[in-house]
T-cell receptor, first 108, second 112 residues
Framework: GIQVEQSPPDLILQEGANSTLRCNFS?????LQWFHQNPWGQLINLFY???GTKQNGRLSATTVATERYSLLYISSSQTTDSGVYFC??????????FGSGTKLNVKP | IAGITQAPTSQILAAGRRMTLRCTQD?????MYWYRQDLGLGLRLIHY???????GKGEVPDGYSVSRANTDDFPLTLASAVPSQTSVYFC???????????FGQGTRLTVV
């Protein structure tokens, strides 16, 4: 399967700070999604972004498929942004491969 | 119902018992998936189904079986539970190949 590596594994921010999360993948993919797992365990869709750049409020994401990486930007972080951020990629046959996640803790 | 519903929300199960985790979606998505989430390992694909009547194996299929009798339902069965199957199980669905996937709220299973 495809290897998906996320960095950093852990991140502590002060409220209001900006951050960049990275996702590297080992092979070409047809689909890439970013998810936020909140402290209650729910997986929230953030972006469906196989290529290009998208923005949604304080969050934006960029995927450079030819170089096999994606970035998730969080600006003006809030305590509600805390949780784990997952990158998932899909190459064939509806098989998503997840990274191990970045655990974000935003302190007030 | 809106989206994907999993049942039960949580369960404690004695080792050796049979258990079926239920998953229902109302989005008429063709593809459905089961993942398990373990601490430090992210989510791993157990089984998937591209369309009703077909299923396939993911990364960690051993000890699990699935069926897809219709579009909406995709149950996951543990024939004889073992403690290593203690995990949080997520069901997901997507419309077509390479489109956005949506997840249920998860089932927390503890095998003792």
């Amino acid at each position: 399967g495809i290897q998906v590596e996320q960095s950093p594994p852990d991140l502590i921010l002060q409220e209001g700070a900006n951050s960049t999360l990275r996702c590297n993948f080992s092979d070409s993919v047809n689909n890439l999604q970013w998810f936020h797992q909140n402290p209650w365990g729910q997986l929230i869709n953030l972006f469906y972004i196989p290529s290009g750049t998208k923005q949604n409020g304080r969050l934006s994401a960029t995927t450079v498929a030819t170089e096999r990486y994606s970035l998730l930007y969080i600006s003006s972080s809030q305590t509600t942004d805390s949780g784990v951020y997952f990158c998932a990629v899909e190459r064939n046959f509806n098989k998503f491969y997840f990274g191990s996640g970045t655990k974000l803790n935003v302190k007030p | 119902i809106a989206g994907i519903t999993q049942a039960p929300t949580s369960q404690i199960l004695a080792a050796g018992r049979r258990m079926t985790l239920r998953c229902t979606q109302d989005m008429r998505h063709n593809a459905m998936y089961w993942y398990r989430q373990d601490l430090g390992l992210g989510l791993r694909l157990i089984h998937y189904s591209n369309t009703a009547g077909t299923t396939g194996k993911g990364e960690v299929p051993d000890g699990y079986s699935v069926s897809r009798a219709n579009t909406d339902d995709f149950p996951l069965t543990l024939a004889s539970a073992v403690p290593s199957q203690t995990s949080v199980y997520f069901c997901a669905s997507s419309d077509e190949l390479y489109t956005e996937a949506f997840f249920g709220q998860g089932t927390r299973l503890t095998v003792v």
